[in-house]
């Protein structure tokens, strides 16, 4: 059996990082917990950091990156993959970035799709306000026939006809629902940072129910899984993320979808298909 597995070793504001792997390959999207965390999880998942075969970064923001990780992937001579517009910008702000860069571990994706044995990783943009712009990740697996597909995109302003269009027809979506409009509303954080969060940062709960809406429409088939990431600790809980969500697929009669919620420092559950 041809099978594609996924799981969310964490996710939120304090750290993000999403395994995806076959029985040959093995990608992180994502490392922004320390090599220590990650090692962890992924022995609990039979796998070492030198099983990976590319780690793919979608932005530069502390949560999603980590300098004592990235040391760690090039001395396991771990390839390190980003666009070409955040480059730059991680050699600059991350020491690692710059060391791996000068070995050679840190790659730009100049093609349209870095292809790892049968597995074919691309990236789209997301409006995300971060120097040099954030990006998805959708990974696209041969099963001898069949193409399995898993789209993640843990940092998002608002859906774009371009992430749509590069979400559908997955069997595995890992979205971020990042807070509740009433919560981040009466929450103690400063105006301008409410202002951020809601106009260039993430997705409200609604509005990550509104993208998959957009998404299934766009697909043939519906997918199988939904994982909800960076779910806001102090804005929002995964009880409240999960409702809406199932809220948002039962008025448009989505039946069938499995929705799971994901955690900060836990890994979530393990989806296969
Ligand atoms: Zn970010």
């Given at each position: 059996m041809n099978l594609l597995s996924t799981c969310v070793l964490g996710s939120s504001s304090a750290g993000n990082a999403t395994l995806v792997w076959s029985s040959e390959t093995a990608i992180l999207?994502?490392?922004?917990?320390t090599p220590g965390y990650i090692a962890l999880q992924l022995r609990k998942l039979?796998?070492?950091?030198?099983?990976?075969?590319a780690v793919f970064v979608t932005h530069i923001h502390g949560d999603h990156i980590n300098n004592g990780t990235v040391g760690k992937l090039v001395r396991e001579r771990v390839p390190i993959y980003c666009p070409p517009e955040i480059e730059e910008h991680l050699r600059k702000k991350y020491y690692s970035a710059a060391m791996a860069s000068r070995h050679g571990f840190l790659n730009s994706i100049e093609k349209s799709a870095i292809e790892l044995n049968q597995i074919s990783v691309r990236s789209f943009e997301v409006p995300h306000d971060s120097e040099g712009g954030c990006f998805g990740y959708s990974v696209s697996y041969d099963a001898g026939g069949r193409t399995k597909k898993v789209s993640v995109s843990t940092d998002m302003a608002r859906p774009t006809a371009s992430i749509v269009d590069h979400m559908a027809?997955?069997?595995v979506i890992v979205i971020e629902s990042n807070y509740d409009v009433q919560m981040l509303e009466a929450s103690a954080r400063p105006i301008w940072l409410k202002r951020r969060i809601r106009v260039d940062g993430h997705l409200s709960n609604d509005q990550c129910g509104e993208s998959l809406m957009q998404i299934i429409e766009r697909s043939e088939v519906p997918p199988k899984d939904i994982a909800l990431a960076h779910?806001?600790?102090?804005?929002?809980?995964n009880q409240i993320a999960l409702e809406c969500t199932e809220a948002a697929l039962e008025r448009q009669g989505v039946r069938g979808i499995n929705v799971s919620e994901t955690h900060p420092y836990k890994p979530g559950r393990t989806i296969t298909v």
């Open positions: 999207i994502d490392c922004g917990f039979g796998l070492s950091i030198s099983d990976l075969d027809n997955s069997d779910v806001s600790q102090e804005c929002n809980t």
